[in-house]
């Protein structure tokens, strides 16, 4: 048998002082892609500039990336629906039935949050998106337009469940995410998290306080 390729280790620091530190996977369009030991995600290095992140989440996200997506966003919901009706159900344990105070970091158009106020949650949505917020405040949810991040958080309030749903694979630093979501968590409430991976299945993570 031959010698086995050795395989190169990239580590990087960003400006903000968060590192990431992995074997080389790929290199892509001038980007190296990392399986990162430090966040759990394979991503590009260097991460993108908050200017960048900026322009693709508030304006470009569903201009560019998924331009038909909001038009048609509502013609699965009654599919879609069951699965938020079974996931709002399994967090009802978090708490108890007069603290239903939830947050959707990361809401889209709104769907999710429009079906757990139909079961009785007071709801709240975090979205970046401008076209994404917009189409949530059609369907009557209060929405939070912008980022979810240190200056943001604080000033949201305190929640008994905080759901991020397909959110920590888009962040520069997932850790900081979850740790911000925890600290709006008052005692018995939980945080839920949802990403994709590799084998194209979605993995949870539910974390109580």
Not at 71 to 77: L, N, S, T, V
Not at 101 to 121: C, I, K, M, S
Not at 158 to 164: E, N, Q
Request: aromatic letters at 8%.
């Amino acid at each position: 048998m031959g010698a086995s390729a050795a395989k190169t280790v990239i580590s990087w620091t960003a400006r903000a002082g968060n590192e990431h530190d992995g074997p080389l996977i790929t290199r892509v369009e001038g980007y190296d892609i990392i399986a990162c030991a430090v966040c759990g995600f394979r991503h590009v290095l260097p991460l993108p500039e908050p200017a960048a992140l900026e322009q693709a989440y508030r304006e470009a996200y569903y201009t560019e990336e998924k331009p038909t997506f909001l038009a048609h966003a509502g013609e699965d919901q009654e599919w879609a629906a069951l699965s938020q009706r079974d996931r709002l159900e399994s967090l009802r344990s978090c708490c108890p039935p007069e603290r239903r105070r939830l947050l959707d970091v990361g809401a889209g158009p709104g769907f999710f949050l429009q079906t757990a106020a139909e079961r009785g949650w007071r709801v709240l949505g975090v979205e970046p998106s401008r076209q994404a917020a917009a189409h949530a405040r059609g369907l009557g949810i209060e929405m939070f337009e912008g980022f979810f991040n240190a200056e943001t958080a604080a000033d949201l309030g305190r929640f008994d469940v905080v759901h991020l749903n397909n959110v920590l694979e888009h962040v520069p630093n997932p850790l900081e995410i979850v740790a911000l979501a925890r600290d709006l968590l008052p005692a018995g409430a939980c945080s839920v998290s949802t990403c994709p991976t590799i084998s194209r299945r979605s993995r949870s993570a539910r974390e109580t306080r």
